[in-house]
């Protein structure tokens, strides 16, 4: 393995292991990520859906919406990417069974800035979700009771490990506020993500995106062409981001239509393209929900690095 260059960006292995047995953080993080994979599991199985098993490796992966470093694997000379969203695999996955979720790894290697947000990993995982026919209402209110069940229940199992971390955390009641962005943008100007986090009393829904903000396959709005049926989940008390989803696009015409709008190219969505060309893809919403961005927002952490073992944080390099 080519050594890194840059001081300071290697990880001492022998030192992040000593930390990780002197630091009871990781001790209290690793037990309450653990019980809130449980929990959320526990809800979605009892809402009717099934686990599917992660893709790490495809043909064709999310876009993203902003640039990261390419992850690539050749094999007998055809390219794999590595898996940066299952959102093309859920959309599949949903024509077998109208309700699935994964757990799924995804490899994203964001540019160094990225530590500075406290939020970013290169190697994170989310809980990813889809449901046939759904609108985005339905999958936001389902997301509200998956948080609150999952707070709860941890509150009321660990409530001496979160008054350790986080004495302030609640459980957020129904329904979550929401703000379009086109308002939040004019309340908070274009630094309104943080803003919105930093002023909320709790999680609130960022709906409507700008369709050049967002990726080809969320859904547009006919009635709103400008913006787009989805949504994120705005943590409270500054930790941002904890949720991204909506509603699909699944006709092959409007999803040629927004890779092209967005300048992606096609070739590299030949696959996608032939299996929406045929028709197959059908009606969608869904959404994901970084499990340690959870964990830290939960505990109140400062580095969603600090929220598992192994993590990755951007620019650097580590075991
Ligand atoms: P996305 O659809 O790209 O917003 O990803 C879904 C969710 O995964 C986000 O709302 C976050 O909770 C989580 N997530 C996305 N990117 C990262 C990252 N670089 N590090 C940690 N979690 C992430
Ligand atoms: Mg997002």
Known sequence: ME????????????????????NETYKDALL????????????????????????IISTITDPLNHDVFDAQIDYYGYKYYVTKSMILQKQVGVLVHDKIFSVSPNLRLERE?????????????????EVKNAKREDIMDLMEDLIIYVIKNILDKYSDI??????????????????????????????????????????????DMLILEREFYDKQNAKDPETLLDFDLIYPEGFGEGISGG???????????????????????????????????????????????????????????????????????SI
Do not use: M
């Not at 050594?3 to 002197?22: A, M, N, Q």
């Not at 309450?32 to 893709?55: A, D, H, N, T, W």
């Not at 800035?113 to 979700?129: A, T």
């Not at 893809?281 to 952490?301: K, Q």
């Open 3 to 22: 050594k890194v260059k840059s001081e300071g960006r290697k990880v001492d292995s022998v030192k992040l292991v000593e930390e990780y047995l002197k």
């Open 32 to 55: 309450i990520q653990s019980e809130i994979l449980r929990f959320s599991r526990e809800f979605l199985l009892s809402k009717g859906f099934i686990e599917f098993l992660p893709v």
């Open 113 to 129: 800035e990225k530590y500075q947000s406290g939020r970013h990993l290169i190697d994170f995982v989310q809980l990813d979700l």
């Open 162 to 207: 979160i008054l350790k971390y986080h004495p302030t955390l609640k459980i957020p009641s129904k329904p979550f506020e929401k703000i379009t962005v086109k308002e939040a943008k004019l309340l908070y100007g274009n630094d309104y993500e943080v803003a919105l986090s930093k002023h909320s009393e709790g999680p609130v829904w960022l709906i």
């Open 247 to 317: 509603e699909r696009e699944n006709e092959y015409e409007q999803i040629v239509k927004r890779i092209e709008l967005k300048g992606n190219g096609l070739e590299s969505y030949e696959d996608y393209l032939n299996i929406a060309k045929e028709g197959f893809l059908e009606p969608s919403a869904g959404c994901g929900i970084g499990i340690e961005r959870f964990t830290r927002y939960i505990l109140g952490l400062d580095h969603v690095e600090k929220s598992r073992l192994f993590a990755k944080a951007p620019g650097k390099f």
